[in-house]
């Protein structure tokens, strides 16, 4: 069953009965980037079924394929089976978000195309799924995705900083804080990993996780971008 493995326009094909490594060494480098385990990501076929694993002791990756069908969070020691056509992976270490695409030229799975739609309402929420997001809540997570909804597949993207996204809309820091804990509190209590502290660890890369998720479910798009465009460069609902 044949595999290939697209990064930055370059196409390699992991060999089958052996262990293919994704990181800042093995068999696909990724990046020189300190922040990125050596050994972060590792690809191998058992009975025929090509596994994804996560080899690294602290960075976690967003697994989804093209139509938001699937998402999943791959922690440390995890593994999950590659059964889609197309497969996405996304990992953030440090400043720099990576997407991977991983080509299975015979899946498990196959599945009529689903269109996710947006629904926009008169009073500016977007619902998407069972997901509600109003206009300010939509516009922080496209001006942290940005550069990845602009960067196509299989490339890296830098994730903007709070103050970067901030001045990108407008608004103050303290705002555009306020506003990402109220969208990252509302998905995580429907259940999205990733975007709260655990005990004794700050949700210091949330922000990363927040746009791997958006990305993986199709919550943003491209096509998104010109709403962000469009939107009043200074909010004058809520001062500073």
């Not at 509600?132 to 942290?144: E, F, G, K, P």
């Not at 608004?171 to 429907?190: G, H, I, P, Y």
Request: charged residues 20%; hydrophobic residues 45%; glycine residues 10%.
């Amino acid at each position: 069953m044949g595999l290939i493995v697209e990064f930055a326009g370059t196409e390699t094909v992991p060999a089958s009965g052996e262990t293919f490594v994704i990181g800042r060494e093995g068999d696909l480098v990724v990046d020189d980037n300190r922040f990125l385990h050596r050994q972060f990501l590792t690809l191998s076929d058992a009975t025929g079924v090509w596994l994804l694993a996560n080899v690294g002791h602290q960075l976690a990756a967003t697994v989804s394929d093209p139509l938001g069908r699937l998402e999943a969070f791959l922690g440390p020691g995890a593994v999950l089976p590659i059964v889609f056509e197309t497969t996405v992976v996304r990992f953030t270490a440090g400043p720099t978000t990576y997407e991977l695409l991983l080509r299975h030229d015979e899946p498990a799975f196959r599945a009529s195309p689903l269109d996710i739609q947006a629904v926009v309402d008169p009073g500016g929420e977007t619902t998407i799924g069972r997901i509600v997001l109003t206009l300010d809540q939509r516009l922080l997570i496209l001006a942290l995705a940005e550069a990845g909804l602009t960067s196509g597949g299989g490339a890296s993207a830098v994730l903007p900083t709070s103050g970067q996204a901030a001045r990108r809309l407008g608004w103050t820091v303290t705002k555009f804080n306020r506003k990402l804990d109220n969208v990252c509190d509302k998905l995580s209590k429907l259940g999205v990993r990733g975007l709260q502290g655990d005990v004794g660890r700050l949700a210091s890369n949330r922000r990363a996780r927040l746009v791997e998720y958006s990305l993986a479910v199709r919550l943003v798009t491209r096509e998104d971008l010109v709403v962000l465009d469009e939107a009043t460069v200074v909010d004058v609902r809520e001062p500073g």
